[in-house]
């Protein structure tokens, strides 16, 4: 019986929401910044499968079927967009210069830090492009001959990052513009910072959208430079 | 417009992009392609928010929960990861926050600056 379960997508599906409930319940009851739904929800499940010997193919059966609608969340995000077309027409030249100063940065800084700790070219190739969104990064890695399975993983880490801590960073740098502060969610930490972005503000979700669709574009002509 | 008109929408234009993305000949996701071309709808008045507005509501308010798959696969990469773990953790701690702080204080600084002429005449 608990095999049959196992080998259905709705294994993957139900634990996921389960313990995305209960990482909004931890979140509530706690305060804490750590307890992050999308942090707890993650440990909660790599807990699970291990401490019952669970393969991650079972749950991804079910988690692929998540994973799917990445796209259409995307895709979404224009209608944030589209609410805040007025202040984005008003101030297009600034958001596009501080992505195109963002792309610069995170590729120069990567390339920077990497030769400065010697890393292999593989894996520089693979971390070069961790600012943007998954779907952008593997393609660049792939033709930089880099790994995807690393540059994937760099891509959910600089998520995780801008996710948790954006707003300590605006505290930290003191950013106090609504405009600034979502266009450096979205350039330093793609779709996963906007999903943050979002809860921050309408604007700072809206210029976080449009900042991950620039640096995305941006960062792949770049990559053909490299 | 009734919810399953409104997904049909959503889902009929990523399935769109994905093929309009094979076309490409450069590699372009198909989801920042989709994100383009529903705002172009938006923008031309093509799409009512209406039309859609229901089910893009649900999707960025629940937007993270998307990632949850992806951050446990992250357990599958776990050897290929732990031979580079520490320059690995060394660029992700410290480039996040520089491309943030490079990022915003450009568009703060730029900002500032068109505002400071608005207000002078």
Redesign the interface.
Known sequence: MIETMLSSPLF?LAI??L??WAGLWIQKKTGLLLCN??VV??AL??LF??VFHIP?AD??RG??L??L???????????????Q?QLLKA?F???L???L??CL??VG??LL??RL?A??PE?AAS?LP??V????AV??A??GGG?R??A???V????????L??PL??R??R???P???G???G???H??G???A?EIGPLQ?AMS?V?L?VC??LT?VLA?FL | MPILGEIAIILGLCLLCEGLAALLPFPFPASVLSLLLLLALLLTGVLKERHIGRVCDFFTRNMAIFFVPACVGLIEHWETLSRVLLPFLIISLLTTPLVYAVTAWTVQLLLGRGRDKEEKP
């Open positions: 993957g996921s929401c313990a995305w739904p999308l929800a993650t499940i790599i499968l291990t991650h749950y991804d988690g692929a998540i994973s609608f990445l796209g259409p969340a995307t895709a979404v995000l224009a209608l944030n967009i589209y609410r077309r101030h030249l600034p958001v210069a501080g992505c100063a963002g940065t995170s800084s990567v830090l990497c700790m890393v292999e894996i971390l961790k600012s969104t998954t779907a952008i393609a660049i792939d033709s790994i399975s690393i994937a993983t760099a959910i880490a600089a998520g995780l990052t801008g996710a801590f954006s960073f605006a930290l740098f950013v106090t513009d405009i600034a502060q266009v450096g969610i350039a330093s930490s779709a996963l906007t999903s943050r979002l979700g959208s900042s669709c995305g574009i792949s053909l």
